[in-house]
Each structure stands twice: as C-alpha cells, then as structure tokens.
C-alpha cells in the first residue's frame, strides 16, 4: 500500500532561518510477505527402491502362513469301551479279537492325532465335514500381552517319597542341594530342573516368601553363611555338559542349616551394587489370542507324507468288533498341512508384556477334541479342563514327576467351549532383567491330555500315561539388537526405552530393519508384497507320550510275538 | 518468578475476561508437516502404489447338509430341440465319449474337461472374463449302466462283458459303473477339486461381488467346443439372448469369504433362487444344440 500523504524533501537550510545543511537519511524497508521456496521443498526425489524400503520398515500387517506336521509315536494302549471306535478306530493289540467282543484293547488309530478327522470317530464325535480339518485341532494367532507372577507350581526332587518344592511362578527358579567339595572346600552344590541362567561373578537370592513351601520331608533353604543373597563359585559337577544347570556356592559353616536333598528357590542378581534393577524377574506369559477359530484355514500340504514309516493293518470280519466288520486301521503316519488365516493381523496397535512393540507373534494350537477321545467337562463335572499345563520338568519320564491332573489352570474346555478371540492363555516362564532389558525363556509351557475313560480305560482305571505338547509356536517379526543404548535425554529415545535411575540414563536395544542380521540368527526377513508381510513358519506339532513310571516299549516290537497275524 | 498482582472487578455488564496468550512457535509448521505426509501420499501413489492381489479360499454357503455343491450338466439326446428337459443326460455316449472309453481312461474322456467362464456383467457386449474354473471330468458321480455285448453298439464292451459272465453266468445283464456329468463337490476327499474358490481377498482391486458363470464343453473325442446354456432351448429357438439363457450368477462375500450361486434369467426377473445346494437344485446346464 502506497504512503497516501505527500511528501517534500527540503535541505535543511531553507527548513528555517539560521538552520543548517545536513544529510538526511530515509530508510526503506523491505517486508515480505511471502517466503522463497527452498530446492529441496520444491523436488521430491523419487527412488523406487527407498520408496520400497520405507514401506517395508512402516508396515504393520502380517499375513503368517506355514505349515504343520503332527509328529506322535502313539505307544499308549487301552481297553477300548466305545463301540463306533472298538469297530473301526482301534489298533487292536494283541490283534485278533473276537468280533463279538464289546471291548478289547488296543491303540487309537492315528486319526485322533491328526488335523484331519475323516469321519466320525466316536459315538460322542459331532463331525461335520466343513470342519473336519478342525476337529483334532484349532489354530489360533496370539500374542504375549501380560505376564503371570502367581502360577502355582511345582518341583518334585524325588518320586517315590513326592520330596519337593512350591512355589509361584514369581518366586524365581526351584533347586535342590547336595554338599560336595571342590578343591578341598566345602560347597553346597544347587541343582536346577532348567536352565540356571547365572553368569560368572553373580549372585543368587534366596526366597523366603509365604508361597514357597517344601514338600514332603525337605527343608527349605533360604539362607547361606549367613546371608539370603549369596555369590556364585563355580558352575557344573563331574558329569559332562551339566553347567548351566548346576552351580556350586562354597560355605563358611558346612554343616549348618542343610542336608542334601533340601529345596528352595532362587532369583538371579547380577550387581550387588544395583539389586533394584539387576535381580532378575520371573513371571508366566499369558498369550491373547487375536483370532477366532473361524479365521483358520487348515488344508493337506498335497500328498506330503513324513519320513516315517506308515504302519496299518487290515482286520478281517472275524477279527472286528463290535460290528464284524472288516476294515483297516492307521496306527502311525505323519501327514503335513498347510495353515494360514483369512482375516489380516495388524500388530501396528499392540505392545507386548514389556510394553514393547511386538518382535514375536504366535500360532497357538489348542486341542479340539471333537471326537471326544481326551478327558473333558460334562455335566456332572463341569470344571474339569480338557488340557491342563505343565513345565519341562513335570514331564520328565525318568523320575520326575507333576501331580498332574491337580495343576489344572488351563481353563480349555473344548469341545463343549470353543476358544475365541480375546480369550488368554498361559505360555512360557520366563525370566526377564530390568537392566539387561532381556527375557529368557526357562521353560515353555506344554498341554497334557488325558484319555477319556469312556472311551478307554485301564482295566476300569483313568489310564495314567497321556500325551503332551507345546501350544504356542514362535514367530519371530522382529529383532531387538544385541547391544544396548543409552541416553539422557527423554525427547531423543524411543518409546519403549527404560529409566534407568542407577546410572541416570535411558537405555533401550534398538529394534533392527528387516533384512538385517547382526549375527547369523538375529535377525528377520520375510517377504513383504501386496502391502503385507508374509511370515512362513514350518511347525513340527510334536506329540509326546508321558509314560511315568512305565516300560516306554509296550509295543511288543522286540518281545515275543503272542499270535502270528496271518493265523 | 514475576507475579503480577492483577484484581479483577465483578460488574453487572461483563461476562467474559479475555486472556492474551502469546505463542512462540510458528504455526505454520504444522503446514509444514501436512505438505510432507502429502509429499509422501503422492510418492507412494505415483510410484509404488500398493495394490492388494492376495486371493482367499472361498467355500460355498449352500442351503443342504454339510455345504455341499451339486453340478449337473446335461447333454442332448436329439438332434433338434425339444424345449424338454428329460431330452438331456448326464452321460457323455452322446458326444462320443463311450463306457469303454470312461472305464479304460482313455485319452478322449481324460483331456476332456468343462470350463467354466466368469464374466464380469451378463452383457454378451464388451464383456470380459475375470477368472475361469477347469472342471475335469473324471470327478464325475457314478451312473449304473449296461454292459453292451453288441457290436453294432457304440458301448460295446466285449471284454468287460466276458468277464463279467465268467463271475456269474447267469446274472445277465450285466452293469457296471462310469462317471458322469453330474458332480457332487464336498469339502472333503476327491470331490473337494473345484468346491473351493480362489478369489481377490479384498476390493481394492476388482470391487465386484457378482460375478456370472458361464459353461462350455471341451471334448477331446472330436476336438469340438460344446457351448452349454441354462435351460433348454424350445423348438427351433436357435438365437438365445445371452442374458436370458447363457449364466448363473455367483456371489461373493468377503465377510466370511463364502459364495452362492443364484438362477439368472428373464424368468427370474434376474434374481433367482438360490441353486447348487441340494440333488433336487443342482446348478443345471444343458447343451446348446445348432442349427
């Protein structure tokens, strides 16, 4: 806008009399309204490849898919009751009974292991054939979205007099001792069930809480020389390869406060200096599971078969009861199928137990038990779970033992209730340290089945022994970086980074790019098109017998043949 | 810290007390940030614009026991046409295909096969095909049939009647069975070829649900196309209007990853019953016979 008033410019003698010449300066500003365009604000660079990458890093979405093979050595045999599975499900050992037998012994045909269920199996097994790849099986996707401090369990030293230790899952890690002597010092040695996780110059600390309690005869340890917080000597006995579940703590008083076989658990502490931030956390994962069984699509990987052997047998008319008639039945085979889901998975929204973006998803196989072969609910026992729980050492078959069926937190109660989206379940323990900002996995967690006893039983008995296997199976999405890194200032960290108030920084691992490895197996890739990552996964779905205190060989594939099978 | 001591007098008049606040941010950077995300939206669409292809497994949502799909796809018995449906058969003597030929598998009823065409609208103009089904047909059901021992017929089966004598002599005549053009397709077992349908697993790229199928046969024993249609011509009625006679329409949806196929013809006023779900309402296609 112009300046509306006029102006004259007159020196300064003629502004009045006497006054004198000087020079005048009008200054002109310049003011912009507008601001010039940078080069860089005026071009985009295009670069197919960084447009690539950028995606790549910035997506959420996750297609996995994969395949799954159950893998079973079905060795557990029983006296048959139900007539659809005696007349055409049952591998009858010793072969040959009558066909006018209501009941005979024998072994489940391998289809009450497989995901595909061909007919009905049962007389209680409500097939459709739309489902019938699910019968067996249901496959859901899950996450870690909490972890569980007050799991009961259980750590059983000695079988035959149930010597042991309880605890929560909280506590830490169980052990028992024996005093041994190591380069002429007396030592107490701790034997764990599972990995020890402790490192040279740490420390353990003793429990002493309400919820741990010695079982049977044992005492509890909660105290050394003296003190509950106690360093580390020496790792491993005289057996091979035994260190990182065996570690020695050298004693001041060798005889006082304990005998051999006494119990107790421990949390590991790596800085004396730092306890609040270095003693280790130990908790149960609760998975989440963020699909419904609908959303599975289970189908045979073609004509895949296993490289193990298929063993059958053909039963005559006279050799099949109930009905007489003849048929063949399955006892071992190894099918494969593939798996993958119709509905997307965007983890972008979700943060783990850590409150971490997510660097794992799961696929959590839940057992379906349509046709009713594994001990469920009913109505006169509505509470009883169709799969209880159980760690690596509930179900060693050498001498350690879980009270299974009395640790029952499972709430599974298929076929009668189907698990749904949002429903949780329980998953590894685990072992997490603050200042390491790293979890460990101790044990995973595993199923236990039971044989329904109206379908077979034990000469009238529950038959004891029971199949188990590992529900959740790993998928990696990302990695977290070996190293740690620190910083002082909250605005430059990222989200997931922790206060670390005993050296005054923020420390946090970093999270890798796809594609980047900083060693041979730290590290994800995966394809990523269409806007989706795909994560392939081959699950070998392992189905292990838990024979107790039995003869692992019932088979008689060593043993004298009782009858010829071509008689 | 510098505390103003500021008294603030209730009067009859004012209601409002208006508090300056000074910025010291520029606010014309948030503009700043909404031309980069736009920068980038125009990128990505320019050069890398993502396009979803990924296809799902569709299953049929059929009114009969265990979603089970029933074909049955007719040939002519006669020459000229009826406008009788009992003048069509599911069996494949009428085009050449023989007992002999479906028994011993022979290369004319192994590379013969149906195609199913699925068009994006019933127009017969400017219309495309977004996807096809191969339908082999030894995936057939079982039809009972005779065992010719006549040499002047077609299905004459010297070799399958002898032996079919030497096991009963006296149990004449004898049968056995042959596929025919008539499916039953479950989720389970051989028939589980062709039940389930492959198909875009989102909108982004083809937003179409309705698709409509059309039918044709190959055959391998005389190298002809046989055109089907989906009812039966009525006599000397040799010029069809494709809407009318040429298509079922299938229906998909994406909520459950499901389909149904629906009658599609001016009878129907273009929205028929739901068919394919029972024997009683298979999808029927019978032979177009020229002129």
């Known amino acids: ?567 | 810290m510098t505390v103003n001591k500021i008294r603030i007098r209730a009067t009859t008049g004012d209601t409002n007390i208006v508090i300056p606040i000074a910025t010291t941010f520029d606010e014309s950077m948030g503009k700043s940030d909404a031309l980069n995300l736009w920068d980038l939206d125009q990128v990505q669409n320019n050069i890398n614009p993502i396009l979803d292809f990924e296809t799902e497994r569709f299953s049929p949502r059929t009114i009969g026991p265990n979603f089970k799909i029933f074909y049955s796809l007719l040939f002519a018995t006669q020459p000229q046409p009826t406008g009788t449906l009992s003048d069509y058969s599911p069996d494949y003597t009428y085009v050449g295909i023989t007992y002999p030929d479906i028994k011993d598998r022979k290369n004319n009823f192994i590379k013969s096969f149906f195609k199913f065409d699925f068009y994006g609208s019933p127009e017969t103009t400017g219309n495309k095909v977004f996807f096809s089904i191969i339908l082999p047909i030894n995936n057939g059901t079982a039809i009972s049939r005779q065992i010719s021992n006549d040499p002047a017929d077609p299905n004459y089966d010297s070799l399958a009647y002898q032996n079919a004598y030497a096991e009963d002599p006296l149990g004449a005549p004898y049968f056995y069975d042959v596929e025919s053009s008539n499916f039953e397709f479950s989720s389970v077992g051989k028939s589980k070829e062709n039940y389930y349908i492959q198909w875009l697993k989102n909108d982004f790229v083809i937003p179409n649900i309705d698709f409509y199928m059309s039918c044709k046969f190959f055959n391998a024993s005389s190298g002809k196309i046989h055109r089907f249609i989906n009812k039966p011509q009525q006599v000397t009625q040799y010029t069809l209007k494709g809407r009318d006679f040429f298509y079922y329409r299938i229906r998909f949806d994406r909520s459950n990853y499901t389909y149904k196929f629906y009658e599609y013809n001016d009878s129907v006023g273009m929205n028929g019953a739901e068919v394919g779900g029972t024997t009683g309402t298979p999808i029927e296609f019978v032979e177009y016979i020229n002129p």
């Open chain 1, 1 to 567: 806008m112009s300046y509306t008033e006029p102006i004259r410019i007159v020196r300064g003698s003629q502004k009045y009399q006497g006054a004198l010449d000087k020079d005048v300066v009008i200054s002109q500003t310049l003011e912009t309204t507008t601001r010039d365009v940078l080069e860089g604000e005026r071009n985009a660079v295009v670069n197919l490849n960084e447009q690539y990458f950028l995606e790549k890093e910035e997506c959420t979405s996750y297609r996995p898919y994969g395949k799954i093979s159950p893998l079973v050595d079905n060795t557990i045999s029983g006296d048959v009751k139900d007539s659809k599975m005696l007349g055409y499900w049952t591998y009858y050992y010793p072969p040959t009974p009558l066909a006018t037998e209501t009941q005979a012994p024998g072994y489940p045909a391998i289809s009450f292991f497989d995901f595909f269920t061909p007919t009905g199996m049962t007389n209680l097994h409500g097939y459709s054939e739309p489902t019938s790849y699910k019968g067996n099986w249901k496959i859901y996707q899950s996450y870690v979205v909490s972890g569980n401090t007050k799991v009961n369990m259980e750590y059983y030293t000695n079988q035959p007099t149930d010597d042991g230790v309880g605890f929560n899952s909280g506590d830490g890690i169980p052990f028992s001792v024996s005093g041994v002597t190591i380069n002429g010092k007396e030592a107490l040695q701790f034997i764990c069930p599972v990995e020890h996780g402790l490192l040279n110059g740490e420390y353990i600390v003793l429990q002493n809480s309400v919820t741990v309690f010695p079982i049977g005869t044992t005492n509890l340890i909660t105290q050394i020389n003296g003190s509950s917080q106690v360093p580390i000597f020496s790792f491993g006995n005289e057996e091979y390869g035994n260190e990182k579940k065996t570690f020695n703590v050298l004693l001041r008083e060798p005889t006082a406060g304990w005998t051999d076989g006494d119990v107790g658990v421990f949390k590991r502490l790596s800085d004396p200096d730092n306890s609040g931030e270095t003693t280790s956390r130990y908790y149960v994962h609760t998975h989440k599971l963020l699909t419904d069984v609908e959303d599975s699509v289970i189908d045979r990987a073609a004509f895949e078969l296993g490289v193990y052997t298929k063993r059958q047998r053909y039963y005559r008319d006279d050799q099949s009861p109930p009905f007489g008639s003849g048929h063949t039945v399955v006892k071992n085979q190894t099918e494969s199928y593939l798996w993958n889901f119709n509905k997307d998975l965007d983890v972008g929204g979700y943060l783990n137990n850590l409150n971490m973006p997510l660097s794992n998803i799961y696929i959590t196989v839940l057992v379906g038990n349509e046709p009713r072969v594994w001990r469920t609910s009913d109505p006169s026992n509505p509470n009883v779970t169709t799969a209880g729980i159980g760690w690596s050492w509930n179900f060693k078959p050498d001498g350690y033992i879980d009270l299974y069926p009395a640790n029952n937190y499972e709430q599974l109660f298929t076929p009668n209730t189907i698990p749904k989206k949002g429903d949780n379940f329980l998953g590894a323990f685990v072992e997490y340290n603050e200042f390491e900002l790293k979890e460990r996995t101790i044990s995973d967690i595993f199923h236990r089945l039971t044989f329904n006893s109206n379908m077979m039983d034990d000469g009238g008995d529950v038959i004891r022994e029971g199949y188990f296997y590992p529900p959740h199976h790993t998928i990696p999405i990302r990695k977290y970086s070996q190293s740690i890194m620190t910083y002082k200032d909250y605005r430059f960290v990222p989200p997931h980074a922790i206060f670390s108030t005993y050296d005054n920084l923020w420390r946090w691992r970093t999270i890798y790019e796809i594609g980047f490895f900083d060693e041979e197996d730290n590290g994800v890739e995966y394809p990523f098109v269409n806007g989706y990552h795909y994560t392939y996964k081959n699950i070998n779905f392992f189905i292990k017998p838990e024979l107790l205190d039995k003869s692992f060989l019932t088979d008689g594939i060593i043993g004298p043949l009782e009858s010829d099978d071509c008689e």
